[in-house]
């Protein structure tokens, strides 16, 4: 095993074969000039040789490398594997391969990951923000240049990379207004440590909804978390020891929500007769957890699907198919026991 | 947008500062010949213009990509998202780039990823094959070329590419004798619908325990499946049907065990005093269940930092850190009240 041997070459199939190098050259690109069986042989020989088609010379020439990159916060739920799913799909159909990075929801990592995807060329690239990214001045190389980037899901409004999103502010809003139509009124609401854009929208749905029915904000009911699983087990210590204890509690996202009902429950609470509790994205564990948790379905699957066929249209310059530069998908309020007092 | 803009080279930058463009080659690269000033004009001349470092043609120069690819069979659980973190740890020490890929357990889809990432010229690759995966021709190109290829969770025995895995057969068993020691004798095995050797290691420890404890094979307590949840109920069905009731259930993977558990407990069967039930993996759901689960813990974090290290020790041609060429990791047994019977 050498990682220093020589490359194989047009001229060394050339000499194996004893015919000319440009012969084995067109014989590879399947030139109508090179006779069936000397193509045939060129073939066999070059792959015998371990001949690579030379993938990087030719994408230095025809700038094409028909790699799509994405860049994900973290693959760690099913919510996101739903979605690369998605995008792997549509991608599949229209023949480019699909290389994803996750940023460990670290702006650096993010960075860092841009910065290869950019120097490795890929034809296009599908992200999702780091948790903490404020800005996307790590993207604007690929605007310069004119390399297609949609954003999904932690979108970043930018005039020439089309979003796709879901109205974070309006679900938000349905679960606290279910919340309310089932009876609570202290309703904790279980949020980031840092307010990124996609909880601020879910804070702004839920203090709406308290103000439409008039039932005052009680910046005391607001727990800010890393959102864990076990970040909602600590969210419920915090709930069991507030002086007047709450009758629901609705997390931005499925995991904090289960940690924190599964451990309301080790204390005695029921669940939803003295607590309702729900979460957001409609995640595995949503429908595994007893009582099943009220929940968002956010259509993942979905949205990789609409992202890459954005990117796609681009890339072969169709552009009619987005007409708006923000796209909104659909959610679903998915009710469940676990907030449904009124049966 | 033009996807056609024209490239910025070495020479549009030297043009535009009114110098050699050797002085601009040698600035970018930092030599010590270029003063700090003209390099610091150079830098940022190159930035405001998007000049890119061809990575592209400098790999191929030096032959180095600096990229690591890692193909898994399907990013859908918590074990795949722990290994691809190890992974990540460790490459991301040694300055690497990872690049992910899917193979939906398709053997023809993980075939042209494994020629794109050879095409892409990867520095080195880590595997975990396709269920259906029967034979690894389809990576001999790497072998062929000297590129470190190690196979990690699914491997395959191959000389030169090393492989990490946990003892299978052993884990297997030690499910098996726990239940027999709560009392279990006819102990349902769900299993995959083909059998690849993972699977067929498990098989393997579930009969050999049986065997050792006296207890008859009964080729009629075998279920073969898909190992989803929805197949899990599915086995459940299949199970209240059977003309013997069965007292326990062994599945290969937590998801099918998952649900498996809940269609018995909808049917008014009790866990584990009616049915004992054992998973494998340790995935997440395996502790939100209830009641929760028993099942392996298998360190997806450790693996994956164990496959990378190797690969990143092969790169700098330090090979003694591998005596063997197949390295077993610890797994653990859990055991939790979904089997729990004798307290």
Do not use: W
């Not at 279980?190 to 879910?202: G, I, K």
């Not at 949503?286 to 379905?297: D, K």
Request: a negative charge.
């Amino acid at each position: 095993m050498n990682i220093l041997e020589k490359e194989i070459t047009i001229y060394d199939i050339a000499r194996k074969l004893n015919i000319s190098a440009a012969t084995v050259s067109r014989g590879l690109m399947n030139h109508p000039s090179v006779n069936v069986n000397t193509k045939q042989r060129i073939v066999e020989t070059a792959d015998q040789m371990g001949y690579r088609s030379n993938h990087l010379a030719s994408n230095l020439r025809k700038k094409r490398s028909n790699i799509i990159g994405i860049i994900v916060g973290n693959l760690n739920s099913s919510f996101m594997s739903n979605i690369i799913s998605g995008v792997d799909s549509v991608l599949s159909k229209a023949n480019y391969n699909l290389i994803i990075s996750q940023s460990l929801d670290n702006i650096d990592k993010e960075v860092n990951i841009a910065q290869a995807m950019y120097n490795n060329r890929v034809d296009g690239l599908l992200v999702s923000l780091a948790y903490d990214t404020e800005n996307a001045e790590h993207f604007e190389s690929f605007v310069k240049r004119g390399i297609p980037l949609v954003y999904f899901d932690r979108t970043f409004p930018h005039e020439q990379c089309p979003g796709v999103a879901i109205d974070n502010v309006k679900a938000a809003y349905d679960v606290t207004q279910h919340l309310i139509e089932q009876g609570c009124k202290r309703i904790v609401h279980v949020t980031a440590y840092r307010l990124s854009a996609v909880a601020l929208d879910r804070f702004n749905g839920y203090k709406q909804a308290l103000l439409d029915n008039n039932i005052p904000f009680d910046e005391s009911l607001i727990i800010y978390t890393h959102l864990g699983m076990q970040d909602g087990e600590k969210a419920a210590h915090q709930i069991l020891n507030m002086p007047e204890r709450p009758d629901a509690v609705f997390a931005i996202n499925d995991a904090c929500a289960v940690g924190c009902l599964l451990e309301l429950k080790k204390h005695g609470i029921n669940i939803p007769e003295d607590i309702a509790v729900a979460g957001f994205n409609n995640d595995r564990e949503a429908s595994i957890v007893e009582p099943n948790l009220t929940t968002v379905n956010y259509k993942g699957y979905e949205m990789g699907e609409v992202a890459a066929q954005i990117l796609v249209d681009r890339l072969n310059n169709v552009t009619d198919t987005v007409t708006d530069n923000k796209l909104i998908l659909k959610s679903d309020l998915i009710i469940r026991e676990s907030s449904l007092r009124k049966k």
